[in-house]
């Protein structure tokens, strides 16, 4: 767990009123978001079962669905998460190496038989699990068609498995130990205090948005002579959008519950987040491929600089509304 924090923590509000925000946090953002991950990804695994081509309408929902409540989560880059990598064995991205695609073909080159066993599989570099490494498997026209079919449909069987079992680990930690920790922290414990509990989702608020802006939004962005859209993220099933839609509304809530306390800055934050939401519909570009025209590009980057104005006022508003502040995040490479 990150703890490379330049903490203040001078919070005026008594302790049990931060144990409530602290607990609403936990009900309304967390602990039902992983559950639903975990219900999703089960789903998905026994979508796997029923019909593992690529082409399977019913496979590819599921997925959707899966993917969907990941993304709505997948700021919250601690605890449960960190454990044994389970965040990276379920999104491996970005990917600049292109690892992804080897592990894969690999796998099918050799006709690895760690498909078969599920506890193996999870041995397999996490290049080759994962959401991204199943979007391959269904999206792309390479993979899809790689090799023996049998074995192709063994390995999405194997991945949408594994997924379930990363998602449902995690979950189980949240509702049956991590939840706790935060609800009681002490001297001694993980959190030893409410307020540092809180600076731990102001942060997940932060590293949320920074996501969005910076690579969501900003490697598909590249550079004005060379855009690159094929460095959007999922553009292969074209969720590159949905993406960014899909986690902006769950950073709302949280951005929400976490400035319960002030009724203006609640107000002035959902008012920015609506705007962010509104361009976003607007864009029309669910791949990102828009980026390689100026027109495009410039929508593009509206976006960005909105969701920008959003954490700059998450930095200098609340922040000191909470009495913490940011430090390094999960994207600062400590």
Not at 2 to 13: D, P
Not at 214 to 228: A, E, I, Q, W
């Amino acid at each position: 767990m990150f703890r490379t924090l330049a903490l203040s923590l001078a919070f005026a509000l008594p302790v049990p009123v931060l144990a409530d925000q602290t607990g609403k946090i936990l009900n309304d953002h967390v602990l039902s978001g992983f559950d639903e991950l975990a219900v999703s990804s089960a789903a998905l695994s026994n979508a796997a079962q029923e019909s593992c081509v690529a082409s399977s309408e019913p496979l590819r929902a599921a997925y959707a669905t899966a993917f969907d409540a990941w993304t709505g989560v997948s700021h919250l880059r601690f605890g449960p998460t960190e454990t044994d990598n389970r965040g990276f064995a379920l999104a491996f991205w970005p990917d600049s190496r292109g690892s992804t695609p080897k592990t894969l073909s690999g796998l099918i080159a050799d006709q690895d038989p760690v498909v078969d066993d599920p506890e193996a599989f999870q041995s397999v570099s996490i290049a080759g699990r994962g959401f991204y490494a199943l979007e391959y498997l269904l999206f792309d026209d390479r993979l899809s068609a790689l090799g023996d079919a049998d074995y192709r449909c063994a390995l999405v069987q194997a991945i949408a498995r594994d997924i379930a079992g990363t998602s449902r680990a995690i979950n189980q930690d949240w509702q049956t130990h991590y939840a706790e920790l935060m609800q009681s922290p002490h001297k001694g414990g993980v959190y030893q205090t409410q307020a540092e509990v809180l600076q731990e989702f102001y942060k997940a608020l932060d590293t949320g948005l920074q996501i969005n802006a910076d690579l969501r939004l900003g490697r598909p962005l590249g550079t004005f002579d060379k855009p690159r859209p094929k460095r959007a993220e999922a553009w292969r099933s074209g969720r590159s959008l949905r993406h960014v839609q899909v986690s902006l509304e769950h950073l709302r809530t949280l951005a929400a519950l976490l400035a319960a306390g002030d009724a203006e800055l609640a107000q002035s934050l959902d008012i920015k987040f609506e705007a962010a939401l509104t361009k976003a519909a607007a864009l029309d570009d669910p791949d990102f491929s828009g980026v390689a025209t100026p027109a495009g590009r410039f929508r593009v980057e509206t976006l960005q600089q909105t969701i920008n104005d959003i954490r700059t006022e998450v930095t200098q508003l609340l922040g000191p509304t909470l009495g913490v502040s940011v430090g390094f995040n999960s994207l600062d490479g400590d």
